[in-house]
């Protein structure tokens, strides 16, 4: 399991890029060392990304296909890319959703042949206790702060998950 935070796109997205290309080129590098050595590795990389699924350095660098009948060697497979294409996010920013919290999986963790733990499923945590209910930022995730205003929220991000099976 890898746990990413990756660069926020503070200055802009394309004078961020870079820095997020960066990481996910770093986790690229631990997912190839770990399947030269077990081709069949259950590997999952989590966390906000900061980009989404149709961004270069999830689509390109990590290799995270969107069908996992489409994953080939040493590719990942990304379920959330399914909510993506839908408008479906984890964070809002000027009336537009973006997903960039994601579970991506390696095939060994996601092919259905799989004799052991394998994916099953996947939640954007959407619940109304976690939305504002008012005003201009209406069905957005509560932060916990408004600029310097604590607003007894939990994150401007919606958490998500993936469900396992044991087979």
């Given at each position: 399991v890898t746990v990413n935070?990756?660069?926020s796109r503070?200055?802009?997205e394309e004078a961020s890029?870079?820095?997020?290309?960066?990481a996910a080129r770093l986790n690229r590098s631990i997912i190839d060392s770990i399947l030269t050595i077990e081709p069949e590795a259950k590997i999952?990389?989590?966390?906000?990304l900061n980009d989404n699924p149709n961004n270069e350095s999830i689509k390109t660098?990590?290799?995270?296909?969107?069908e996992v009948k489409d994953v080939k060697e040493k590719e990942l497979y990304n379920p959330f890319y399914s909510n993506f294409l839908v408008g479906h996010g984890t964070l809002a920013h000027n009336d537009s959703w973006s997903l960039f919290d994601q579970v991506i999986l390696t095939k060994g963790a996601s092919a259905p042949k799989s004799?052991?733990?394998q994916y099953h499923s996947h939640v954007i945590y959407q619940k109304d206790f976690?939305?504002?209910k008012y005003g201009q930022y209406k069905n957005y995730p509560k932060r916990t702060f408004s600029g310097n205003k604590y607003n007894y929220g939990y994150s401007?991000?919606?958490?998500?998950y993936v469900y396992l099976k044991n087979k």
């Open positions: 935070h990756w660069p503070r200055g802009g890029r870079p820095k997020r290309e960066a999952f990389v989590l966390g906000d660098i990590l290799a995270a296909r969107k004799k052991t733990l976690m939305m504002e401007d991000h919606f958490p998500v």
